[in-house]
């Protein structure tokens, strides 16, 4: 393919391996990157086998750093958003859920830059860990969208810098996985498929160490307010895209 085909592509590939490597919020960047060099649904099916190889460095780079009580209480939620979706998701219109997904980013991205966060604590609860659970693995594994939605609830925790990325690992390396089966088994995996995703997997370990590099020398506020500003971004851009095509 030509170069203005790749490029996006590779681009978008190191911006969701830097989301592995704990900054938060680029991979709602990577997925539309990506969207913009092939049809969505192949962009997704593209992108899993990377994702996987990505969750892969991830883990074992933040293995010492996982909070599995919370672990225990958003994965359960998540199978269940991913059966719900293999069963709905080629139901919905795509546009709908890409500008839910911006709404919902964009919200809780000034809700949290505003400091309202600080005296409303909503959405933090266990009960709530397994609602954003659920709809971090619905939108998940629809177009990579899971983001926003755990997001919410961990950025709630308190954790700091390498606690956050490492249980974001652990979570999505988890429920990347479990998609393996639903895209298999709906035949949204082929040849040609495979054989682009072998092509970017290289520029994978790249994006994740590039985002360990970041996560690993400036302090816990900026990593929070680089999340909830990436969460704004994003949302703006997903909102953007389905109102002007």
Do not use: C
Not at 58 to 82: C, D, F, N, Q
Not at 197 to 205: I, M, Q, S
Not at 211 to 216: E, L, R, S, Y
């Amino acid at each position: 393919m030509e170069f203005w085909v790749w490029l996006p592509a590779a681009i978008a590939v190191v911006l969701v391996g830097m989301s592995k490597g704990g900054v938060a919020g680029t991979t709602m960047i990577g997925v539309p990157l990506m969207s913009s060099s092939f049809p969505p649904l192949k962009a997704a099916a593209i992108l899993l086998p990377l994702l996987i190889a990505m969750d892969v460095f991830a883990m074992w780079r933040y293995r010492k750093s996982v909070h599995l009580e919370t672990i225990k209480v958003i994965l359960p939620g998540a199978l269940i958003g991913i059966v719900i979706g293999s069963f709905t998701f080629h139901y919905l219109p795509e546009d709908w859920v890409r500008f839910a997904i911006g709404a919902m980013a964009m919200f809780f991205g000034v809700y949290y830059l505003r400091g309202w966060g600080e005296n409303m604590h909503f959405g933090g609860s266990k009960p709530w860990g397994y609602f954003w659970g659920g709809v971090s693995g619905f939108t998940s594994f629809g177009i990579h969208a899971g983001g926003p939605p755990i997001k919410v609830y961990l950025l709630q925790q308190s954790f700091n810098r390498f606690l956050l990325a490492g249980t974001s690992a652990m979570y999505f390396g988890v429920v990347n996985w479990v998609k393996v089966i639903p895209y298999a088994s709906l035949g949204y995996f082929s040849g040609d498929t495979l054989s682009l995703a072998l092509w970017l997997l290289p520029l994978a370990p790249v994006g994740v160490y590039l985002g360990a590099f970041i996560v690993k020398h400036v302090s816990d506020k900026i990593v929070y307010r680089l999340s909830y500003f990436s969460m704004i971004a994003v949302g703006a851009r997903l909102m953007y895209q389905v109102v002007f095509p």
